[in-house]
């Protein structure tokens, strides 16, 4: 079992940045595929970025390929999102999720069914 909190959310003007934090209890990151997803209102929960256990791999939407870079820390057993070059298109809720499953490399790790633990999520907010 774990636990993720994310945190570093909040309000920025588009061009501007945030770094997302999750971190993780009961089991260490560097044993996890690691990913983000976000919500925005009245839209399905959708793939940001993945990152394989040891930070092997990392992968990317399309819309955030260039901008957004995911990191971990296993030291301190936290996972990061940093959003560089905001767009109010970003505005959503954004979650971490955890999966300990063996994945090989035809996985993408970009779907929900992807990963077994989820954060409450921390609200990003873009403006213009």
């Known amino acids: 079992q774990v636990q993720l909190v994310e945190s570093g959310g909040g309000s920025a003007q588009a061009g501007g940045s945030l770094r997302l934090s999750c971190a993780a209890s009961?089991?260490?990151?560097?044993?996890?595929?690691m990913g983000w997803f976000r919500q925005a209102p009245g839209k399905e929960r959708e793939f940001v970025a993945a990152?394989?256990?040891?930070?092997?791999?990392?992968n990317y939407a399309d819309s955030v390929k260039g901008r957004f870079t995911i990191s971990e820390d296993v030291a301190k057993n936290t996972v990061y999102l940093q959003m560089n070059n905001l767009k109010p298109e970003d505005t959503a809720v954004y979650l971490c999720?955890?999966?300990?499953?063996?994945?090989?490399?035809?996985?993408?790790?970009?779907?929900?069914?992807?990963?077994?633990?989820w954060g409450q999520g921390t609200q990003v907010t873009v403006f213009s």
């Open positions: 009961g089991r260490t990151f560097s044993s996890y595929n």
């Open positions: 990152i394989r256990r040891s930070g092997s791999t990392t």
């Open positions: 999720a955890a999966d300990s499953r063996y994945r090989n490399g035809r996985y993408s790790l970009d779907r929900v069914y992807d990963y077994t633990y």
